[in-house]
């Protein structure tokens, strides 16, 4: 098992450029989430998925889009990067579905600059 | 929603002395307080965790009290070890949906 998997590890972006992180898993997990991780604030959370076929905004949804493309993937997508959203960004998977008390397995992270 | 904040931000020790990394959290009804590690470069890990149900947990060297009255959970690592250094997080469910809020992190140093 490969666990959960990122792509890409780095990128860098210019403003205004547009971009799509992807993230997979081979857990057969129900729910998934995207975090971004900046110095001293934390892991925040951007948007989750409870399920295939439903979203929910987190903590800090601005300027991002997600898709649950099936139970596998859930990708997350800048249409027009701005410098702020330089950051570390991880996805997670859990087997639960709406139920916060299971382990998130995370990805190893996507660094992404945005010049 | 749910508000966890963490203290101290960073901790630094000796070997062999032991740590204390304490969070409190807003809403009565959270039942659940994970612990994850991240050491430099990789990506957060759970260590452990603990249900409302129960008022500690140990695993080895790490442990986990509750105090549901005063809404505070803390982690503590005794008899510390270079490999403990990490930055550690606490987190409570954030609402309805599966959701964890997280604290903002300790950074631990422990010194040979």
């Known amino acids: 098992n490969a666990g959960v998997t990122q792509t890409p590890k780095f990128q860098v972006l210019k403003t205004g450029q547009s971009m799509t992180l992807q993230c997979a898993q081979d857990?057969?997990?129900?729910?998934m989430y995207w975090y971004r991780q900046d110095p001293g604030m934390g892991l925040r959370l951007i948007y989750y998925s409870a399920s295939e076929g439903t979203t929910d905004k987190g903590e800090v949804p601005n300027g991002y889009n997600v898709s649950r493309l099936n139970k596998r993937e859930f990708s997350l997508r800048l249409e027009s990067a701005a410098p702020s959203q330089t950051s570390v960004y991880f996805c997670?998977?859990?087997?639960?579905?709406?139920?916060?008390?299971?382990?998130?397995?995370f990805g190893p992270g996507t660094r992404l600059t945005v010049t | 929603g749910e508000n966890v904040e963490q203290h101290p931000s960073t901790l630094s020790v000796q070997e062999g002395d032991s740590a204390v990394i304490k969070c409190t959290y807003s809403?009565?009804?959270?039942?659940?307080f994970p612990w994850y590690k991240q050491e430099l470069g990789k990506r957060p890990q759970l260590i452990i965790d603990i249900r409302s149900n129960v008022g500690e947990k140990k695993d080895q060297r790490i442990a986990v009290t509750l105090n549901k009255t005063a809404k505070h959970f803390s982690l503590h690592i005794t008899e510390t070890q270079p490999e403990d250094s990490a930055v550690y997080f606490c987190a409570s469910p954030g609402g309805s949906q599966g959701n964890l809020i997280f604290g903002k992190g300790t950074k631990l140093s422990v010194k040979p």
């Open positions: 809403d009565s009804a959270s039942n659940y």
């Open positions: 997670a998977s859990s087997t639960a579905s709406a139920d916060p008390s299971y382990e998130q397995y």
């Open positions: 857990m057969n997990h129900n729910s």
